[in-house]
Each structure stands twice: as structure tokens, then as C-alpha cells.
């Protein structure tokens, strides 16, 4: 049965300057879904994204995440929110000289008082997870290699695990391979694939390849100037519908 997971009701996003980052968003992302979005640069990919862990908030509209609204979260809920929901960045977002360990270990700061966690204080249980964690993107010889000593296909291997030691439902990954060669690009997809066939946890990736999208997703939605203009099952995609999507719409 399918189950609602993430629901935009016309949910608009206007930045300070006046730019529309989303406009009038209505979608609704089912539970175990890998989605991916793409559009041109600018599109408001990322703002869609962003918008799902509250790192934005709207202008106008609701989002809700199992039937709750989200967008008035505050304080303890608002972090019990964003320890449910892992992110996974373009630049890896890593501390360049802590252990991949630590690294991997800071995903459970959720989880701990902040004294805690910034000494490092992680019990006995969450070691032996970060390492199950590292086995699972085969980087468990490293753990305790600097992370600025990793090439940056091997840096986000390791911000997959560190998002995996979350338990999120949901993982963003904003342009996760952007910097990264074809080989070690198949390495990450592969890794986020088998977190959402294994663990049916829901992966919203932004994406600018299209063939890595017809081949990872499930579904592909396309926004174009901070519309939804595309939104389809994997099965009845077809190439020649990104034509629609990277349109250089000209406004009159």
C-alpha cells in the first residue's frame, strides 16, 4: 500500500530580494520512493529541498511529513524533525581534520546533550555502528584515516554513512555527485540505492545527469523557474520529455 510520506500544498518560497524560489508547489512523495528532481541551475531544486528540513522556511502554504505540518516546528520538535530527515551535500560538508570516525559518529549528535557530543563522549553501541556503517560504503579501512586525506568520492561515501547513522526516513542529497569522476559517481549512487532498497528509507536526490536519473529513480520530477512542470513514474518517462524541462522559458 502506499503510504504519503512528504506532502507540498501550494507552497510558495519568495526570497528577501524578491526572487520566487517556488511557485504554488503541490506534490506529495510516497514513503520508500527514490525521487529525483532536476531542472536548470536555478530552478529551485535545492530550495524545494531545503524547504523539506526547514533549513528554508515558506512564504505561503503548508508542508507535511506523515500528515503533520512541519513548517511552524520549533526548538525540540524542529531538531527531533531534522534528526529524522539525513543530508547529504555537494562539498561533503566534513570537519577536513577529524577522523572519518568522528565523522560518521557526529550523525548521532541528534542524540546526545550537547556536552556530550562535543567531547566525544559516544557510547560503546554507536562505535560499532558507525563502523557497520563504514562496511556498508566500504570504507571501514579507513576509519580512522583525517578525512582530508580521502579523495572526494571516498569523502562522500563517508557522508553517507554519517547521514545512515541518523535512522533517517528521508535522505536529501543535493547534487551528491557534482565533483565527482564517472566511476566513483556509480560508487555513491549504488550506495544511496541500497539505503532506499534495504532500509526503505525515502532518498530526494537533486540531479543534474540525466541518464544517472533514469537509472537510479523511481520517479523524476521537474521544476523549471519554481514551478513543478514534470512529474512522472520512471516507467513512462521519456528522454525526449527533458526537452520540456530545460527549456529556457523566455518570460514575456
Do not use: C
Not at 525521487?35 to 529541498?49: C, E, H, I, Q
Not at 515558506?58 to 511552524?72: E, F, K, M, Q, Y
Not at 547529504?88 to 570516525?101: A, D, E, G, P, T
Not at 555513491?188 to 541500497?194: A, E, G, P, W
Request: glycine letters at 8%.
Amino acid at each position: 500500500m502506499v503510504e504519503k510520506l512528504i506532502e507540498f500544498q501550494q507552497v510558495r518560497k519568495v526570497y528577501s530580494n524578491g526572487v520566487v524560489g517556488l511557485d504554488n508547489i503541490n506534490l506529495t512523495i510516497n514513503k520508500g520512493e527514490f525521487v529525483a528532481v532536476v531542472g536548470l541551475s536555478g530552478a529551485g531544486k535545492s530550495t524545494l529541498m531545503r524547504t523539506i528540513n526547514r533549513m528554508h522556511d515558506i512564504t505561503s502554504g503548508d508542508i507535511l511529513l506523515n500528515g503533520r505540518s512541519i513548517v511552524a516546528l520549533k526548538g525540540k520538535e524542529l531538531r527531533q524533525l531534522r534528526r529524522e530527515i539525513g543530508m547529504i551535500f555537494q562539498n561533503f560538508n566534513l570537519v577536513k581534520r577529524s577522523s572519518v570516525q568522528r565523522n560518521v559518529l557526529s550523525g548521532r549528535v541528534g542524540y546526545y546533550p550537547t556536552w556530550k557530543s562535543a567531547l566525544g563522549l559516544f557510547s560503546k553501541e554507536d562505535k560499532e555502528k558507525a563502523e557497520l556503517a563504514l562496511q556498508r560504503v566500504n570504507m571501514a579501512e579507513k576509519i580512522y584515516t583525517r578525512v582530508d586525506q580521502l579523495s572526494g568520492g571516498q569523502q562522500q561515501r563517508v557522508a553517507i554513512a554519517r547521514t545512515f547513522m541518523q535512522d533517517p526516513q528521508i535522505i536529501l542529497a543535493d547534487e551528491p555527485i557534482a565533483s565527482l569522476d564517472p566511476m566513483t559517481t556509480k560508487e555513491v549512487m549504488d550506495d544511496l540505492k541500497k539505503l532506499n532498497q534495504d532500509f526503505g528509507i525515502t532518498v530526494i536526490a537533486n540531479l543534474h545527469s540525466v541518464p544517472i536519473a533514469m537509472e537510479y529513480s523511481d520517479r523524476i520530477i521537474g521544476l523549471r523557474a519554481g514551478k513543478l512542470v514534470y512529474d512522472q513514474p520512471i516507467a513512462a518517462v521519456k528522454q525526449t520529455d527533458f526537452d520540456e524541462i530545460y527549456a529556457e522559458k523566455q518570460e514575456g
